[in-house]
């Protein structure tokens, strides 16, 4: 099974930062990984698929890069809106999601 | 727009099978396009992809389940639907439907039920 890795884990930060979240995968993916937002009590939110395409309607303050093995999650200016959970999911082989990394207030 | 919409019985007890349906509205779940899939969230966890089913019919599942799951669709109802057998607490979570097209992320999420596995 291809394992998820992402980090950190909790990421402290103020609007206006500049904020990138690495996901890594235990073999290579290709480019076959999504990014999804997901805030309390509410369905995650697809941001990103094919590991840089941005989902219809997704702010451009968020993008996304990477192949292969190592991929990163960018929020260009965070916004009050994007303190929430991110989680990598890779569907290069099954499904798999990342552990999650929770974006705070500093 | 679509819309998925997930129902179920909201407590189950341990051993019994978990049975839930996601209805799926302002579209057709008849369409090779897409795919459908279950993915659940214990409390306070991450997501945990539990399987999915293609319009073929071909379902693949979490091999973590081992086998407990099961994933059909119900075209005439418009309906997707998991089964999960030999419940135990570890299976509370909230669950939710979702599609994708076929191969692709998933863009379109049910809003999510919660399952309670209790005596």
């Known amino acids: 099974d291809i394992q998820m890795t992402q980090s950190p884990s909790t990421l402290s930060a103020s609007v206006g930062d500049r904020v990138t979240i690495t996901c890594r995968a235990s073999?290579?993916?290709?480019?076959?990984l999504a990014w999804y937002q997901q805030k309390p009590g509410k369905a995650p939110k697809l941001l990103i698929y094919?590991?840089?395409d941005l989902e219809s309607g997704v702010p451009s303050r968020f993008s996304g890069s990477g192949s292969g093995t190592e991929f990163t999650l960018t929020i260009s200016s965070l916004q009050p809106d994007d303190f929430a959970t991110y989680y990598c999911q890779q569907y290069y082989n099954s499904r798999t999601f990342g552990q999650g990394t929770k974006v705070e207030f500093k | 727009q679509v819309h998925l919409q997930e129902s179920g019985p909201g407590l189950v007890k341990p051993s019994q099978t978990l049975s839930l349906t996601c209805t799926v509205s302002?579209?057709?779940?008849?369409?090779?396009?897409?795919?459908w899939t279950w993915i659940r969230q214990a409390p306070g966890k991450g997501l945990e992809w539990v399987g999915h089913i293609y319009y073929s019919g071909s379902a693949y599942y979490n091999a973590s389940l081992k086998s407990r799951a099961n994933i059909s669709v119900d075209r005439s109802k418009n309906q997707l639907s998991l089964g999960l057998n030999s419940v135990t607490a570890a299976d509370t979570a909230v669950y939710y439907c979702?599609?994708?097209?076929?191969?692709?992320?998933?863009?379109?999420w049910g809003r999510g039920t919660l399952v309670i596995v209790s005596s």
């Open positions: 302002g579209g057709s779940i008849n369409s090779g396009d897409y795919y």
């Open positions: 094919k590991a840089s």
């Open positions: 979702a599609r994708g097209l076929t191969g692709n992320a998933f863009n379109i």
């Open positions: 073999q290579s993916i290709s480019g076959w």
